[in-house]
């Protein structure tokens, strides 16, 4: 069993930044891949980033590319997400996940094992 806890949410204006961080149990941390997506009121849950086991190997959403950051501190059981130049549409209730499987990286909801709570993100214009 994963727990993943995500923090550091909030309200930021557009153009702000805010870092995700997200907490994993589990001692073989680097051998999940992990993974963002978020979710906005009346959408489905999207892939936003994620990283690999440890190569340094990332994928990014189109929309977010350039602008946001996804790493991992395995000595932490942190994954984080750097959000900088942030626009209204990236207000979303953000879920970082885990894929225990193995070493591709996916982007698939349902190829995710494990899920954190969420934590809000609000974007005013």
């Known amino acids: 069993q994963v727990q993943l806890v995500e923090s550091g949410g909030g309200l930021v204006q557009a153009g702000g930044s805010l870092r995700l961080s997200c907490a994993a149990s589990g001692r073989i941390f680097s051998t999940y891949v992990m993974g963002w997506f978020r979710q906005a009121p009346g959408k489905e849950r999207d892939f936003v980033a994620a990283i690999g086991w440890g190569d340094g190997i990332t994928v990014y959403l189109d929309s977010v590319k350039g602008r946001f950051t996804i790493s991992r501190d395995n000595a932490k059981n942190t994954v984080y997400l750097q959000m900088n130049s942030l626009k209204p549409d990236d207000t979303a209730v953000y879920y970082c996940?885990?894929?225990?499987?193995?070493?591709?990286?996916?982007?698939?909801?349902?190829?995710?094992?494990?899920w954190g709570q969420g934590t809000q993100v609000t974007v005013s214009s």
């Open positions: 996940a885990a894929d225990v499987s193995g070493p591709r990286i996916k982007w698939r909801e349902y190829e995710y094992n494990y």
